[in-house]
């Protein structure tokens, strides 16, 4: 895929899971906020990933 590819679901999905392990390209940032402006699917998929995320950090302490 090039970099700023459009983006569906599934590759959104990967992509939000991989920003949680390094840091995404400027032209993957792009695709995807292009997509998430479009998708509330994936917004909420987004909103789940970082409520999970949030959740764990706490259960950890």
């Known amino acids: ?3 700023s590819a459009p983006v569906d679901c599934r590759k959104a ?5 991989a920003a949680s392990e390094r840091e995404l390209t400027p032209g ?3 695709a995807l906020g292009v ?3 479009r998708c509330l699917k994936c917004r ?6 970082a409520f999970l ?6 259960f950890a302490k």
């Open 13 to 17: 999905s990967q992509l939000l899971s």
């Open 35 to 37: 997509h998430l402006e």
């Open 44 to 49: 909420n998929f987004e909103s789940q990933l």
């Open 1 to 3: 895929m090039a970099d």
């Open 28 to 30: 993957e940032r792009q």
């Open 53 to 58: 995320r949030e959740a764990s950090r706490r």
